[in-house]
């Protein structure tokens, strides 16, 4: 039984969310261009969602190699931070939108190629969201809940890739974000092979134990 004065849930998601804005407000504000501004706030929004992505992308493959505290808490507060990820995109597009109107060249300058990712990207997000919902989880049933999960979590992998990759001939730093992203994929391969393995074990010795 979880103890009343835990701090998690929907209070966790109310701090994230302030702290998501209060980041992305300072980005906006923090220079005298309103242009540069919404810039750097596209950039911060696609940094705090890279952050709560990889968190959520990797709770569960930590809590079943490194179980600890802090491991079963993420995965216990996992649908929380994926929404918080979600909440934090949502402020991506809005600073896109106020970059978009106050550059008028930008979304001219974009082809429905260069746009396919991110809009990709962005459909899977809004689904992965809804469905965080229990009713709706609870209607879909496991296994497709699960195949739509694990299909969307690996398209916004994807997508932030090519975002970071095509990024490193800018400004190498960019190398980091990629090095942490293919991390995070070994570690989930690592963790699925394990499961596996240990799932392997246990059939072999059920028949013994009956
Ligand atoms: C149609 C939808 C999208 C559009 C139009 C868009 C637009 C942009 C733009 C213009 C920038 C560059 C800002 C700058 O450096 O001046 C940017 C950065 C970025 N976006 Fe998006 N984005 C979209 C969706 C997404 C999605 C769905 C993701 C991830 C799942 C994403 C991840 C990123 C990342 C990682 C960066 C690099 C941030 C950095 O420089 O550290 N974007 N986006």
């Known amino acids: 039984m979880p103890s009343p004065h835990r701090f998690g849930g929907w209070k966790l998601f109310l701090v994230l969310a302030a702290l998501l804005m209060g980041a992305a407000g300072a980005a906006y504000l923090i220079g005298p261009d309103a242009v540069e501004g919404s810039r750097r706030a596209i950039r911060v929004t696609a940094r705090t969602s890279f952050v709560l992505f990889l968190a959520a992308f990797t709770a569960s493959s930590f809590a ?4 600890g505290p802090f491991t079963q808490a993420l995965l216990r507060e996992r649908r929380i931070v994926g929404l918080s990820f ?3 995109h949502l402020l991506h597009a809005i600073a896109i939108h106020a970059f978009g109107q ?8 974009r082809s429905t190629l ?8 962005y459909v899977f997000i809004l689904l992965l969201a809804v469905t965080s919902h229990r009713g709706l989880a609870r209607r879909m049933g496991p296994t497709a809940w699960r195949r739509l999960h694990v299909t969307g979590m690996w398209v916004i992998a994807a997508v932030f890739t090519s975002s970071y990759f095509k990024r490193v001939p800018m400004n190498y730093w960019y190398a980091v974000p990629s090095a942490l992203l293919f991390t995070a994929v070994v570690v989930r ?4 092979r394990a499961q596996a393995l240990r799932r392997g074990t246990r059939s072999l010795l059920a028949p013994n134990a009956a």
């Open 102 to 109: 106050l550059n008028p060249e930008f979304w001219p300058g």
């Open 64 to 67: 079943s190699l490194l179980p």
């Open 189 to 192: 391969l690592i963790a699925g």
């Open 114 to 121: 260069t746009n396919l990712p991110g809009t990709l990207g």
């Open 86 to 88: 979600a909440f934090s």
